[in-house]
């Protein structure tokens, strides 16, 4: 169960610290980075000096009053795309500050190694007193004081501080699931483990770093659109100053307020004062999905994916293979099979030996066997079993049963290598049983597809991904599994440098890849790859060359992952199609009610019969102020995503948000200049 990370979008004092700071993003150093809200924050200033140029004495500017409202929308304006930034921060910052809340400075039980050995005395040391290299104890009920690897001994964590889910995990030494995370706690048994990270440096230091903002960064997309706008900004900087010798033309004295009125409608603010907003979110819902993205460009880039690559073990299937039919061998006797193969799984702890003596629904002691030695599977061997009396059971690979029945003298049936070689097609892992060197049969071993991953990979195709398996399998069970689970294309005895060849292969041709993995001997792969998923319970290495981490261990959240990028790509689109559509109606309210005192046939374009010059110029300005706030909620939950093909999308949002950003000002602007028209 996942604890409660959700914050309300405007949540009492997130909207407090937020509205503080949108006032301090005024100083001019933050918005030189937002061309468009910069050009606007000029506006205002322009304006202020106006409204002092009319107190002074001034006549042909217009009444002090109309250019003080003015002055005052405009700066709304600024204070209202600030707080669209502010609030997306503040929402980080509250997560950072929970997340410090479990880095408090906790007591590490410092050990040292002498050669190969542990000497037994513990000095009592603050966390931030270890560095890299150091070894540390944890026992039941430590909090574990930071980052490291366990190099001795196993033990149940809560990880619940740093995920949110309150199951506990299992870390031991050695493989690929020997990496604990500082402010983690020790429910039970006693590990030794060596610290991985400098102070400052741990997984949570860089989590807290990253929600708060602190080294994001803008996305080439980001930058690309940034670049756009100002392209925009231009332009009409260039419209808004050409304006003025056709007003000198036409004998239309037009005052400054309408000028930068004019000017600031028709600059795009809507998706200016919203794209960094748009940004954060982006790795707050991230964040959300319990996705820890080192970037927002990894985030972006999840979002143009063509190529996924999934392990098969723990990934598409459940992980453990699972015994699902005996194959008795030609004239044998079944029963005699099924006993032998139960007494070769006795001490068998694998989850596929358990399962062999589930399927039989025997239990083994029911046999009676007196004086049994257990002999254990070894890669050498390529087999296990039993011994008792002048018995001999062994139960392991084709080949290596082959060669011992072989070598014995005795022939092996060819039924049992037809057997073999179907549950081999079939995608199934076959094991020969035989006893004292003669045959009895198979048992076949089958990976069992997760429920609902057709489906998911159903999903991936019509968002445009392609899947692509890596197993270490043989290509015959390969193939059986890709075609049974849906994927697309797979890798067959995969090693590190087959996925690197496979990833750089995809990239050579201009697409974007993503890997999951947790294994050091995916670091490479997950360095290479666009987007790379780490998993939390992999290991350092792992960790650091991702440039994403899934809190979760699952092994399915690239899917989540990929719908969150389109939906960051998305959002990102659709409003500036909103924002640049809405100045259509921004344009036919003030252009006209510049010129229509001097040129009457403009009345003609006053298609929303706005009641004078000067309520047309208050309520396009009023709504171009009020918007921004009305969509803070769209950029910071995101556009909902469908995966229905590009072009359908495409036709989808011009439709509801360029038709839209048309038509609702022209009502807002409309509704504004009736209760403007009142107070006038």
């Known amino acids: 169960m996942k604890s409660n990370r959700k914050e309300g979008l405007f949540k009492k004092e997130l909207v407090l610290e937020a509205i503080k700071q949108s006032f301090i993003k005024l100083n001019p150093k933050y918005q030189f980075r937002n061309p468009v809200m910069f050009t606007v924050e000029i506006g205002t200033l322009v304006m202020a000096i106006v409204c002092a140029w009319i107190l002074a004495g001034e006549k042909s500017q217009g009444s002090f009053a109309y250019n003080l409202i003015i002055f005052m929308i405009l700066l709304v304006t600024l204070l209202f795309a600030n707080l669209a930034e502010a609030l997306a921060e503040a929402r980080g910052k509250a997560q950072a500050a929970s997340l410090r809340k479990t880095r408090e400075e906790t007591p590490a ?162 998706i200016g004062g919203l794209l960094s907003a748009i940004g954060i979110s982006g790795m707050d819902r991230a964040l959300r999905a319990n996705v820890i993205a080192k970037s927002g460009k990894a985030v972006e880039t999840a979002g143009d994916l063509d190529v996924l690559l999934l392990d098969k073990t723990g990934t598409i299937t459940i992980g453990n293979r699972k015994a699902t039919h005996f194959h008795t061998a030609k004239g044998g006797d079944e029963q005699h099979f099924i006993k032998c193969a139960v007494l070769s799984s006795m001490a068998d702890e694998t989850p596929e030996g358990k399962s062999i003596i589930e399927l039989a629904g025997v239990a083994p002691h029911t046999y009676g066997v007196d004086n049994p030695k257990f002999i254990k599977f070894t890669a050498e061997t390529r087999s296990s079993g039993i011994d008792f009396g002048t018995t001999k059971i062994r139960k392991g690979a084709y080949d290596a049963m082959r060669q011992m029945v072989e070598q014995a003298g005795n022939t092996f049936p060819s039924t049992t290598t037809d057997d073999v070689n179907k549950i081999s097609t079939n995608g199934g892992t076959p094991l020969v049983v035989i006893e004292n060197n003669v045959v009895l049969g198979v048992i076949e071993l089958q990976d069992i597809i997760k429920t609902g991953i057709l489906e998911r990979f159903e999903r991936l195709r019509k968002m445009g991904v392609k899947t692509v398996m890596v ?204 209760l403007v028209a009142l107070w006038m």
């Open 109 to 270: 039980k410092k050990i040292q190694l002498v050669g190969d050995i542990f000497v037994n005395e513990v000095h009592i040391v603050p966390s931030s007193g270890l560095v890299k290299g150091d070894y540390f104890v944890c026992e039941t009920g430590d909090i574990i004081p930071t980052d490291g690897e366990i190099v001795e001994g196993i033990a149940t964590i809560d990880e619940s501080a740093i995920t949110g889910e309150s199951a506990p995990v299992i870390r031991e030494s050695g493989g690929d699931k020997s990496s604990v995370t500082g402010g983690t706690k020790v429910l039970s048994d006693k590990i030794k483990v060596k610290v991985t990270t400098s102070p400052g440096e741990s997984f949570l230091d860089k989590m807290i770093a990253l929600v708060e903002g602190a080294s994001r960064q803008k996305t080439p997309n980001e930058i690309a659109l940034t670049i756009l706008l100002a392209g925009f900004t231009l332009v009409f900087i260039i419209v808004c100053v050409t304006l003025q010798p056709f007003a000198s033309y036409a004998k239309t004295p037009i005052p400054i307020s309408a000028y930068i009125s004019l000017f600031v409608c028709l600059i795009p603010t809507t």
């Open 471 to 674: 197993t270490g399998d043989n290509p015959l069970t390969a193939k059986y599994i890709a075609e049974k689970a849906g994927v697309d294309d797979y890798i067959a005895e995969a090693k590190p440098e087959d996925k690197m060849a496979y990833i750089r292969k995809e990239q050579a041709t201009g697409k974007l890849v993503a890997m999951m993995g947790d294994g050091t001997n995916d670091a490479p792969a997950l360095a290479q790859a666009d987007v790379g998923v780490a998993m939390n319970s992999g290991t350092a290495a792992a960790k650091e060359a991702g440039n994403m981490v899934d809190l979760d261990n699952d092994p399915t959240k690239l899917i989540e992952i990929v719908e969150i990028g389109k939906q960051l790509l998305m959002t990102r689109g659709t409003l500036t199609t909103f924002s640049i559509a809405n100045d259509v109606a921004k344009y036919f309210a003030i252009v006209p009610a510049l010129f229509i005192a001097s040129i009457p046939a403009l009345q003609r374009i006053n298609i929303m019969n706005l009641h004078s010059p000067a309520s047309a110029i208050l309520s396009a300005i009023i709504f171009n102020a009020i918007i921004i706030p009305l969509l803070i909620p769209l950029a910071l939950k995101g556009v909902a995503y469908k995966p229905i093909g590009a072009s359908a999308l495409l036709r989808r949002n011009l439709l509801i948000y360029g038709a839209g950003g048309v038509l609702i000002p022209f009502i807002g602007i409309k509704l504004i200049d009736l």
